[in-house]
């Protein structure tokens, strides 16, 4: 896609105290794009996430942005006081005044007969699409999604993938995600970036799936750190290129549609 | 026909309540109650710096308040203490010092239970701009901070994220909290102002459907409680600022057995 890219980051070093979390990261969202960030825990994901967002300030480096870009971020933990009495409407509405747009978010996200329902006794899922809806809501050119389908269940998190493929097609919005799922991520992504303080590898799903840092890193499942990837071993084989085996707890209406 | 200070007393509470309501709040919302403890127990040492300077008690208490309100946000970026740990130290540490440097005040031994619990029957013509005023602004910096003040409670890097600015909107809010410290110093004392924060507003929460909502019942509540209590505290002479808390709490009370308005 040319032109100037939505948001680029060069050279981005960041640490807490004196542990450097990431080094020299190099990293640019085209429009129309979709880009997932993958890595394994304390790899610097979200904190990459939030000094591209400006909620971190980096300690070296750039982070650039298109003129007047307009943001939509679902961040990875949310919880809102049962004291704050805040409908899911209301909670829309933080994000934009534009009720069109708010309308159209929610429908989008599923969520269009939870308006008047409070924010604070949404159920995981409930409040996962509240937040993909209040990112919509503000019609965005970037989507930074940090972990989107965590408590969705299975068919929401193809329609979530699918949404984000139709947002990407018809308005040419650009996307980037962090995910666990490298099921999906593999399927619907045109860019993988494995992170692990630094960048390992960058490139199509294929080509990133086949580095042998990648392997390094993810084929070391035994690792506790790698134990939240459900059906790791499904996983694997997927990535090397091998037949997913048929287990009775990876049945494959789980696999997202083929784009 | 109402007496003079009755009304002095009546104008004062109601500027204080009025504050405190979306105040207190924004207070209960993002669980910093033991915030507003601090900088209330540190008003003491402000009145006691700001005698000893030669300035207004209530100029030295808002000043100090808002000191400590900046020496807080710097100290919890540094997460060296836990945030509850800290507030400890610097309220009882300020409350010890303003203690402290009372009894070596000469003048000063006389007023000291007016500071510690108010004394709002003794609010002068003088006294009653000084607490206007500073309700005034304490209001107007909430006014101008509060879209992303309600953002910032939601979800403070969404709100960042979103390109609201969260920093200046937090320093209005300090700016309020010192301004509404000075306030109800006067009224309910150093040692209650917390509750004309967290009372109203826990009293509030049932009846609104919004945050805004819960912000004008709060300060509806908080006028309710300065009414009944002065009232009480005239009836049954008893002082005023106990009288007025204790009204808040019967109020939160009465609200408690009510359902909340806000079905999930």
């Known amino acids: ?259 | 026909m109402i007496d003079d200070f009755l009304l002095r007393a009546g104008l004062a509470g109601f500027a204080v309540a009025m504050a405190g309501g979306p105040l207190g709040c924004l207070i209960v919302w993002r669980r910093m109650a033991y915030f507003g403890d601090a900088l209330a127990h540190g008003a003491l040492l402000g009145v006691v710096l700001g005698l000893a300077a030669g300035i207004d008690p209530q100029l030295g208490t808002g000043a100090l308040a808002l000191a400590m309100a900046l020496l807080l946000i710097l100290a919890r970026r540094r997460r060296r203490l836990a945030s509850d740990t800290l507030l400890g130290i610097l309220s009882h540490g300020a409350l010890a010092a303003g203690l402290v440097g009372a009894s070596l005040m000469a003048a000063f031994n006389a007023d000291l239970l007016a500071y510690l619990f108010g004394d709002i029957l003794a609010v002068g013509r003088a006294d009653l701009y000084w607490i206007l005023g500073a309700g005034a602004l304490a209001l107007g910096a909430l006014g101008l901070a509060w879209r992303p003040l309600v953002a910032g409670t939601v979800h403070e890097e969404l709100a960042i994220a979103e390109g609201l600015k969260v920093d200046r909107a937090n320093l209005l809010l300090m700016l309020a909290m010192a301004a509404f410290v000075a306030v109800a110093m006067k009224a309910v004392g150093v040692l209650l102002t917390t509750a004309m924060l967290i009372l109203p507003a826990a009293a509030a929460r049932r009846f609104a459907r919004s945050p805004e909502e819960m912000a004008g019942f709060a300060s509806l509540a908080g006028v309710l409680s300065v009414i009944l209590g002065l009232a009480g505290a005239v009836a049954f002479d008893i002082p005023a600022g106990p009288s007025i808390v204790l009204a808040a709490l019967v109020l939160f009370a009465a609200g408690s057995s009510l359902p909340d308005r806000l079905k999930s």
């Open chain 1, 1 to 259: 896609m040319p032109g100037e890219p939505l948001i680029a980051a060069h050279g981005l070093c960041h640490g807490f105290g004196r542990a450097e979390v990431l080094h020299d990261i190099d990293l640019a969202v085209e429009a129309g794009e979709i880009v997932t960030l993958i890595g394994p825990n304390g790899s610097g994901k979200s904190t990459l996430v939030r000094l591209l967002l400006g909620i971190l300030v980096p300690e070296r480096g750039t982070v650039r942005r298109r003129p007047g870009l307009v943001i939509g971020y679902v961040p990875q933990h949310f919880q809102v006081d049962p004291a704050l009495p805040l409908t899911v409407r209301r909670f829309l509405m933080l994000a934009s005044s534009n009720t069109r747009s708010i309308d159209r978010a929610a429908a989008d996200a599923g969520i269009g007969e939870l308006a008047q329902r409070p924010v604070a006794g949404l159920s995981g899922g409930e409040r996962q699409r509240a937040l993909i809806a209040r990112a919509l809501a503000r019609d965005p050119q970037l989507l930074v999604l940090d972990e989107p389908t965590q408590g969705i269940d299975v068919n929401g998190q193809i329609e979530l993938h699918d949404l984000v493929q139709r947002l990407r097609r018809e308005r040419g919005v650009g996307v980037l995600m962090v995910s666990h799922d490298l099921h999906l991520v593999m399927a619907a992504t045109d860019r993988v970036i494995c992170l692990n303080r630094h960048i390992c590898c960058a490139g199509r799903p294929e080509t990133v799936s086949a580095h042998p840092e990648f392997l390094a890193l993810f084929g070391a499942a035994a690792a506790p750190a790698l134990a939240i990837y459900r059906h790791r071993h499904d996983h694997r084989h997927d990535l090397t290129g091998d037949v997913v085996g048929h287990s009775p707890f990876h049945r494959h209406d789980s696999e997202p549609g083929a784009p």
